[in-house]
């Protein structure tokens, strides 16, 4: 299948500052990415589409401001997390669409301290 | 809001034939229904992908009715590796991709 990489695949920050995730399609071109939240044994949560070219698009209740996405080329989505809290620590997902299926990437731990 | 509805978990035995049935009562028309594996800390991994009667692989199968209201994901001969949770998502059509909304998932159980 295809691959999607995300990077880093843990990071720890102190609280207040910011953190950035890299999703990337590496063996194929992704027009819309999305990005998903996990908390402990508690399923995915959608939390915004990332769309090429343009403004990302965010689920109910996700802070735009805090969650900002880029997404500059057809192979690269990135999440930075701003003035991150410990309640942000989670395990965030993004996945990419090759043909009729998405695709996960490996997931990123963030722990804010 | 997830559009499908699965156990909460099941329990099995190695070497037995794992069947779960995902309810997706109000598929629509362009849907395909996937199910993905997820170990802990790892992202979802595709397993199977389906649109109408029966598709095979390597790995698992998928039957479909001919109404599409629900789908059962069949893993022939279970081994310990095989505990995770299994999701069934069916597609909400977004131009030319998709957007997966996650229900609870099923937590597969193989025991020795």
């Known amino acids: 299948g295809a691959v999607v990489s995300q990077h880093p695949s843990w990071v720890i920050c102190k609280s207040g500052t910011s953190v950035k995730i890299e999703c990337r399609s590496l063996?194929?071109?992704?027009?819309?990415m999305f990005w998903y939240r996990q908390f402990p044994k508690q399923s995915l949560m959608l939390m915004a589409t990332?769309?090429?070219?343009?403004?990302?698009?965010?689920e109910q209740g996700v802070e735009k401001d805090k969650f900002l996405i880029n997404h500059a080329s057809l192979t690269l989505s990135t999440l930075t997390v701003t003035s991150a809290h410990p309640e942000d620590s989670s395990f965030y997902i993004c996945?990419?669409?090759?043909?009729?299926?998405?695709?996960f990437g490996e997931g990123s731990w963030l722990t804010v301290v | 809001l997830a559009k499908t509805t699965q156990p909460i978990s099941m329990d099995s035995y190695e070497g037995q034939e794992v069947n779960i049935t995902c309810s997706h009562n109000?598929?629509?028309?362009?849907?395909?229904i996937t199910w993905y594996q997820q170990f802990p800390s790892q992202g979802p991994r595709f397993i199977i992908q389906?649109?109408?009667t029966k598709v095979t692989n390597e790995v698992a199968s998928l039957f479909i009715p001919a109404d599409r209201k629900s789908s059962t994901l069949s893993l022939p001969r279970v081994s310990l590796s095989d505990t995770a949770v299994y999701y069934c998502?069916?597609?909400?059509?977004?131009?030319?991709?998709?957007?997966?909304?996650f229900g609870s998932g099923t937590r597969l159980l193989v025991r020795p």
């Open positions: 996945s990419g669409t090759a043909g009729n299926t998405i695709y």
């Open positions: 063996d194929f071109q992704a027009t819309t």
């Open positions: 990332s769309n090429e070219g343009s403004k990302a698009t965010y």
């Open positions: 109000n598929i629509a028309t362009n849907d395909y």
């Open positions: 389906g649109y109408k």
């Open positions: 998502l069916v597609g909400l059509r977004m131009d030319s991709s998709y957007k997966l909304i």
